[in-house]
């Protein structure tokens, strides 16, 4: 039965350039002399380090631990000694470090003791923690947690399951590979995250250039389950994006502020079931990716390359020609220039393009925008990227957000139909970290003032209390005083006849609870004249060597204020004398006196 298929506005339809690399089955890289794992590999918290130079690990044991529910955990993919844990350059943008654990492999590749369990017979909820645990994650390239993707929406059915075979991005082939070579352990992993979806109907989307794949695929679903559906999507750039295929599927248009899981549906790479399926049934944590070799290389190929190999030794397979200027991780639309080949591969690491000038020539200079509205007819999501790229240039940051900029996929539609060869994917991934920025820096300030607040809020509370605490002793003091004196101070026979004592006098009371503030103010009065009577009795220390003539000069000094001041003593008690009956001050001799 032919599927009705749906179509999503906008994209592309770039060179595929995938046949280079899919002539050869997947290779197995061999392991490198060092391994750096990088302990932060997915989307969420980075895992805590589990172990220290000096440790010897296993292959598959536990090295890196999650932290948090969006989190995976990471593992040692060969057995040996650990090195180090510490910053390594990593596979980003930025070239900036990350901290990375340093295998020395022995040689041995001796695995930990693997426990294969049946899904069947726990629950759910231990399902996704065995998950977690095994590090497994979205291989298609947003490496976002699987585990907390598969808990599904409490008022809404699960309808359709999604798995996400298009590979719509250029040059790469991994999934590709994977699907011919590998079908049956895929449809045994789908098997697992229907079952804990609960998901009515099976939807496998894979488009349409890949014959041999869909075959395989459907053999494979034809033995081990005959209720799913392999789909062949037209192919067109981003097809493989999760909301154009769910689109494409099934025709329910996720919106930017929901969770397809809100809609019923959900959506998972080929990969990534695969990976969940060896990490249940084989007890393999995710340790190695297929990768994509191609370009401008002498031998494209797919490899299965272990987790934290340097990306210099993985190039040094496909042996890239001499022209070779850079080298790319991920396809030529989403992907990135690798700044340095020391960086290791990581589970976000589907493909490596080796680029030359002829394979990719310079991009022509940029000119202004005409506002031919190109990029909005492209956007798969509907969006204005022309506006976007004025606000994002004007660092208008809050029109940007206004116009929805995080919904932007940063697949580079608009910039591959741009006539004025704008690079606005740059643009808009520079107006996104300058408003991550700034909100960390807003939560920081925040912090910083609410830690003042109740800083001033504390001290203020201990100086009421400490003043409560002096006019409390300061009153019970005044009390003493006031009580009459017991001569003799003789005890009352016992044979004596109570006597009740008349109560206090009503002015006794009033002046009791009056003072009570008084005393309170006077305590506070007397510990600030302490302290400015200390500051003034201390004297400078710097007078304690002094010469001879230092000291005359001081005692001359000395001689000369005392001498102004008694005679300004004398001046003040002579103008008193001399004060009229009226009250009035004679003027001396000589002064004049305007009446």
């Known amino acids: 039965m032919l599927a009705k298929l749906f179509r999503f506005k906008g994209g592309v339809k770039p060179q595929t350039n995938k046949a280079i690399s899919v002539h050869e089955p997947i290779g197995r890289a061999p392991l490198p002399a060092r391994l750096f794992v990088p302990l932060h590999q997915s989307i969420g918290g980075a895992p805590n380090p589990l172990v220290q130079a000096g440790d010897s690990v296993l292959k598959g044991q536990l090295i890196g631990a999650a932290d948090a529910w969006v989190s995976a955990a990471v593992h040692a993919p060969t057995s040996g000694r650990v090195l180090a844990v510490e910053e390594h350059v990593a596979a980003h943008p930025s070239g900036l470090p990350t901290l990375c654990v340093v295998i020395e492999p022995d040689g041995r590749d001796e695995w930990i003791e693997r426990r294969p369990v049946d899904h069947h017979s726990l629950p759910p909820e231990r399902v996704r923690e065995l998950l977690r645990d095994a590090g497994v994650v979205g291989l298609g390239g947003a490496a976002f947690p699987s585990h907390a993707k598969l808990t599904p929406a409490r008022a809404v059915a699960m309808e359709h399951l999604v798995i996400n075979g298009a590979e719509c991005e250029p040059f790469m082939t991994c999934d590709d590979m994977l699907m011919r070579e590998r079908a049956d352990e895929i449809v045994r992993g789908i098997a697992i995250f229907r079952e ?66 809100e809609l019923g549906v959900q959506c998972f790479n080929v990969a990534t079931v695969y990976t969940a399926y060896r990490a249940l049934a084989c007890g393999e944590p995710v340790l190695s990716r297929i990768v994509t070799l191609t370009g401008n290389v002498e031998r ?13 030794e993985v190039v040094a397979l496909a042996r890239p020609r001499a022209d070779s200027s850079s080298f790319l991780m991920g396809g030529p639309m989403m992907g990135f220039e690798i700044p340095d080949l020391d960086a290791p591969v990581v589970k976000a690491t589907n493909c490596i393009i080796a680029a030359s000038p002829a394979l990719f020539p310079p991009p022509p200079p940029e000119m202004p ?196 001041s008694t005679a300004a003593t004398a001046a003040a008690s002579g103008t008193a004398a001399a004060t009229d009956s009226g009250g009035a001050a004679v003027p001396p001799a000589g002064s004049r006196r305007d009446d």
């Not at 609960?198 to 494979?220: F, H, P």
């Not at 190109?374 to 660092?395: G, S, T, V």
């Not at 970290?433 to 909100?439: D, G, L, P």
């Not at 925040?446 to 409560?468: S, V």
């Open 196 to 261: 804990l979806l609960s998901a009515r109907e099976v939807l496998i989307g894979i488009e349409d250039n890949k014959q041999e794949a869909i075959a395989a695929m459907q053999e494979a679903v034809l033995r081990l389950a005959p209720d799913y559906r392999v789909v062949a999507v037209p192919t067109r750039y981003p097809a493989g994006g999760a909301k154009q295929l769910i689109r494409v599927l099934t025709g329910k248009e996720v919106p930017a502020s929901r969770r397809s899981t």
């Open 300 to 312: 494209p190929r797919n490899w299965e390359v272990w987790l934290g190999t340097p990306m210099r």
């Open 369 to 564: 925008c005409i506002r031919c509205g190109a990029c909005a007819e492209a956007c798969p999501h509907e969006l204005q990227p022309f506006e976007l790229y004025w606000f994002a240039r004007a660092r208008n940051f809050g029109k940007t957000q206004e116009y929805y900029i995080f919904d932007c996929i940063e697949c580079g539609c608009c910039s591959y139909v741009c006539p004025s060869h704008i690079p606005l994917v740059q643009y808009f991934r520079f107006a996104k970290s300058e408003i991550w920025a700034r909100e960390r820096e807003k939560q920081a300030a925040d912090a910083a003032k609410e830690r003042f607040e109740l800083r001033n809020a504390r001290a203020e509370r201990e100086q009421a209390e400490k003043a409560e605490r002096l006019a409390r002793a300061a009153s019970a003091k005044a009390s003493e005083k006031r009580a009459p004196p017991d001569p003799g101070n003789k005890p009352a026979p016992e044979s004596a006849p109570a006597v009740d004592q008349p109560p206090a006098a009503a002015g006794e009371v009033a002046m009791t609870a009056g003072d009570a503030e008084a005393i309170r103010k006077a305590a506070i009065a007397a510990a600030i004249e302490r302290a400015r009577s200390q500051r003034e009795s201390a004297q400078p220390r710097n007078t304690d060597r002094l010469s001879a003539g230092q000291q005359r000069e001081i005692a001359a000094v000395e001689a000369r204020r005392a001498a102004r």
